[in-house]
Nanobody, 124 residues
């Protein structure tokens, strides 16, 4: 069973920073593409950033490029999303997801397993 445990969301002012974490088992971390998605009220879940299963490739959506960084700590089997220069439009529930031997890109339907989600609210 694949379990993804997220943490790190919260309320922050525009221009601030947050770091999201997603912890997984070693088996999951070694065989799955890992990605971050977000879903704002009334909108579809959208791809934010991801790593291919072998961690050779990473992707990040244009809307957050230059502000968000995705990285891993392989010793801790943890995926991170560092979010800087946050804007009100970044407000959403953020989800970690895993896709067996995947490319690390979207869309959401490619990913089999999901974390519980963590709320990020940016006040303007």
């Amino acid at each position: 069973q694949v379990q993804l445990v997220e943490s790190g969301g919260g309320l922050v002012q525009a221009g601030g920073s947050l770091r999201l974490s997603c912890a997984a088992s070693e088996r999951t971390f070694s065989n799955y593409a890992m990605g971050w998605f977000r879903q704002a009220p009334g909108k579809e879940r959208e791809f934010v950033a991801g790593f291919s299963w072998n961690r050779i490739s990473s992707y990040i959506t244009d809307a957050v490029k230059g502000r968000f960084t995705i990285y891993t700590d392989n010793a801790k089997n943890t995926l991170y999303l560092q979010m800087n220069s946050l804007k009100a439009e970044d407000t959403a529930v953020y989800y970690c997801a895993a896709d067996y031997r995947g490319t690390g890109r979207g869309p959401a339907r490619l990913y089999e397993y999901w974390g519980q989600g963590t709320q990020v609210t940016v006040s303007s």
